[in-house]
């Protein structure tokens, strides 16, 4: 969504009919092979228009006569005739991108693979989880308990480690192949950048974020993403493209209960080109994951810019040990060091749904809030009796938190 | 070195409050909040610059957004880009990332060679992410994400640090490539009064549809594909129980309310 725009989105027919996409639509050029065109040509609507990998720019040291505008140019034209015949039946399955590294899928696959089950049993599909990687054979296992009915499995040494160009020439390649109708995928640091490539290497539309999902009878995926910071929500839609291509944070959806493994895996072809390995990971390092991650935390006590020092932050974890919880924060935070990435709450950060939300020192500004609006229960301390953080708070306590938590420390240590 | 930065001029994010839902027509209300450029675009401008400090070379600022958003290239020239091209036109009107990433590669496949593009991870508006790996597989060239240091540019291949869960990742990939960088790359400079002064003699050129032979339907609503359907202002407020006075008097509420919270 470009929120520039999105004040006119109102003016614009929420389906937008054939006839008048027809005469937006340039007429095929001579050289437009028309791979893009959906159905009746029998081909696959994806096919690209020129062999991808051959047009990487050149250095300013070369000829810059060369550049690729041609082919460019005339894939979009045939991208947008394609929409004449949408073939749009033949696309199905629901599919959920398997995230795995050092041969460990991340929880968030899991919470996908939850909402495509939802999704499949509106839509009678089958679930299908994309899994890449290199020895990972035996992560399909609990890829099936999860729900999913088909596991696609790539495995080869060259997809041990992510990189951009050989996991997005596999699954872009799966996707023309098997056609499926929807495909998410996690909002972690591989899959934000996975998603956007795939999408625009099969010429369909993306959102970001979604906090939540759904599918009307026409198929179509009703995907709810945020904009300014959380303050709007907008539902967009992929009328006429397929897959219907969506990113989902950690912790937005549940992962359900693990079944007795049904359905199977299918090994898929592996046919990276020589183009997409010119990029090489040097070093992975990867810092202590935090003690309990704030997903999963009953309890999470979080503190804002109001903190004001290292040392008075000693008094956010500490309510957090006692209350056998986890440390979250704002920016301010993050930006102090006090806390890490993993431990930022809000629109770019994490999305939490604990029992028990304590926020500290916290303004409460939009991007935040849209990171705590699921918990249960939230209470706001500020010695500011006009922090927003109070007008969406179950208990507000206006006071100077250094009087008040260590009190607090003492009571609940007491009664254990 | 010819190195572009794109930018996405945004509505001031201080003055979001004021964006309002009419509540007939479901348009949003966000007339007089001026654009400005968000914190990663100014930081994958000062990464352009220092780059070009280090190997020499050119710094091109772009941004596809309405006319009003030439005071933000007007700022990128005064912090130092040698020239700006501002991509607009009704035709871009309602473009999604695909629909953006596509104009803006037109716009550098017109401008000519380059070894490098930065842009910001992701816009303070629309936050999607998504602009800086499409325009990279629109131009064919590598895209690196969340980069947090340029560690080193030899022979052809940059070296790049990126943060990940919990750590972070080192790259080396290819001229030419797209940069997407993080918030801990660099601080950006102020501009100063003798950049402000410089940039009025700077080139700052408008370049529409046709400029960039896009055909009308191809980007914008019809060209998008993706659509906006409803759009509403999320209601979070609660009804808060409030304490003050004496810390003592209200331990004990709190306490009976994280009790009842925890069960």
Request: one cysteine or more.
């Amino acid at each position: 969504m470009n929120a520039d725009y999105m004040d006119n989105s109102a003016a614009k027919p929420k389906s937008l009919s054939l006839n008048k996409c027809s005469l937006l639509n340039p007429p095929l050029k001579k050289g437009d092979i028309g791979g893009f065109a959906f159905g009746a040509s029998g081909k696959s609507p994806l096919t690209p228009l020129y062999k991808r990998g051959e047009n990487y720019l050149r250095t300013s040291s070369k000829n810059n006569n060369e550049l690729p505008s041609q082919g460019r140019g005339s894939a979009t034209s045939a991208a947008i005739c394609g929409n004449l015949r949408p073939n749009l039946e033949e696309w199905k399955g629901i599919w959920v991108f398997a995230e795995q590294e050092e041969g460990c899928l991340s929880e968030v696959s899991l919470e996908l693979l939850g909402a495509a089950r939802f999704l499949a049993e509106k839509r009678k599909a089958e679930v299908g989880a994309v899994l890449l990687g290199h020895r990972v054979h035996s992560l399909a296992g609990p890829l099936l308990a999860y729900g999913a009915d088909r596991v696609f499995l790539a495995d080869d040494p060259l997809l041990e480690k992510y990189l951009t160009l050989p996991y997005t020439r596999v699954i872009a390649d799966l996707i023309t192949r098997k056609q499926p109708e929807i495909f998410l995928l996690p909002a972690t640091s591989i899959g934000s950048d996975l998603a956007p490539r795939v999408a625009a290497r099969v010429n369909t539309g993306l959102s970001a974020h979604c906090s939540s999902l759904d599918i009307n009878d026409r198929g179509e995926l009703m995907q709810v993403v945020p904009a300014f910071g959380g303050k709007v929500m907008a539902t967009i839609l992929c009328q006429k493209h397929r897959p219907q291509m969506a990113t989902v944070r950690p912790g937005v959806f549940r992962k359900g209960q693990p079944q007795k493994e049904k359905g199977n895996v299918e090994k898929i072809p592996v046919e990276i080109k020589p183009e997409d390995l010119r990029q090489k990971v040097i070093e992975i390092h990867r810092g202590k994951r935090p003690a309990q991650s704030i997903e999963e935390a009953e309890a999470v006590v979080a503190g804002g810019a109001g903190i004001g020092g290292q040392e008075d932050w000693n008094w956010v974890e500490q309510l957090a040990r006692v209350l056998h919880g986890a440390v979250g924060g704002t920016r301010p935070p993050l930006d102090e060091g006090w806390i890490t990435e993993d431990q930022m709450i809000g629109q770019s950060g994490k999305t939490i749904r604990p029992k028990l939300y304590i926020g500290i020192g916290i303004s409460g500004v939009i991007q935040h809030l849209v990171g705590i609006q699921d918990a249960k229960v939230i209470i706001a301390i500020n010695n500011d009796p006009k922090a927003a953080l109070f007008q969406s708070a179950d208990l507000g306590v206006v006071a100077d938190f250094r009087k008040i938590v260590p009190l607090l420390i003492e009571e609940l240590e007491k009664k254990g | 070195m010819n190195i572009i930065v794109c930018l996405k001029p945004a509505p001031d994010p201080k003055r979001w409050d004021s964006i309002q839902l009419d509540p007939i027509t479901k348009a949003l209300q966000r007339e007089g909040i001026p654009s400005v450029l968000g914190p990663l675009d100014k930081r994958a401008l000062e990464e352009g610059l220092r780059v070009r400090e280090k190997h020499g070379g050119k710094v091109v600022a772009m941004a596809m957004a309405p006319p009003s958003a030439k005071d933000n290239l007007v700022e990128a020239l005064a912090m130092g880009a040698d020239e700006a091209y501002l991509l607009s036109d009704r035709a871009f009107a309602g473009s999604d990332t695909w629909s953006t990433s596509l104009v803006l590669s037109k716009a550098v496949i017109k401008f000519g060679t380059f070894d490098l593009i930065f842009c910001g991870s992701y816009s303070v508006d629309g936050s999607t992410g998504h602009v800086g790996a499409q325009l990279g597989e629109f131009l064919g060239i590598p895209n690196v994400s969340q980069v947090v240091a340029v560690e080193s540019i030899v022979g052809g291949m940059l070296r790049s640090r990126s943060i990940v869960e919990s750590g972070y990742r080192i790259l080396e990939t290819p001229l030419p490539c797209l940069i997407t960088v993080g918030r801990e790359i660099n601080t950006p400079r102020f501009t100063s009064l003798f950049g402000v002064i410089e940039a009025e003699s700077k080139p700052l050129i408008t370049w529409a549809a046709g400029d960039l032979e896009i055909l009308p339907g191809e980007v914008g609503f019809n060209g998008s594909p993706t659509q906006t359907g409803d759009v509403f202002l999320p209601e979070m407020k609660r009804k808060a129980q409030m304490l003050a006075g004496e810390p003592e008097e209200m331990v004990p509420e709190i306490i009976r309310k994280i009790r009842q919270a925890l069960g």
